[in-house]
């Protein structure tokens, strides 16, 4: 089992930022990628930043050069730096963690931090 926490969220102004953080824990074997997802209300769950092994990262066209996602092997924890957000940003983030153990590829999620993003 992988348990995954994450910190961070809450409310800000227009144009503030934020860093969000989720720690991975428990039997952990091999991890293939961490991201993050967001979810608006009346809206689907959306890739925002995803690191591949490998430190290989992609983001969301919308949050291209105001994101920015780094992870630390050794603590099995991803970070997401939130620049310059805008009302828009405003969603339930999640931590999701792509796991392997043996022949089994996992998919693990967070709980969901929230961001407001408010004047």
């Known amino acids: 089992q992988v348990q995954l926490v ?3 969220g809450g409310l800000v102004q227009p144009g503030e930022s934020l860093r969000l953080s989720c720690a991975a824990s428990g039997t952990i074997f091999q991890i293939s990628s961490m991201g993050w997802y967001r979810q608006a209300p009346g809206k689907q769950r959306e890739l925002v930043a995803i690191v ?3 430190s290989i990262a992609k983001y969301a066209d919308s949050v291209k050069d105001r994101f920015t996602i780094s992870r630390d092997n050794a603590k099995n924890t991803v970070y997401l730096q939130m620049m310059s957000l805008k009302p828009e940003d405003t969603a339930v983030y999640y931590c999701n ?6 022949t089994g ?3 693990s999620w967070g709980q969901g931090t929230q961001v407001t993003v408010s004047s």
């Open 6 to 8: 994450e910190s961070g």
């Open 52 to 54: 591949l092994s490998g």
């Open 97 to 102: 963690v792509v796991h392997k153990r043996g």
């Open 105 to 107: 590829t996992f998919s």
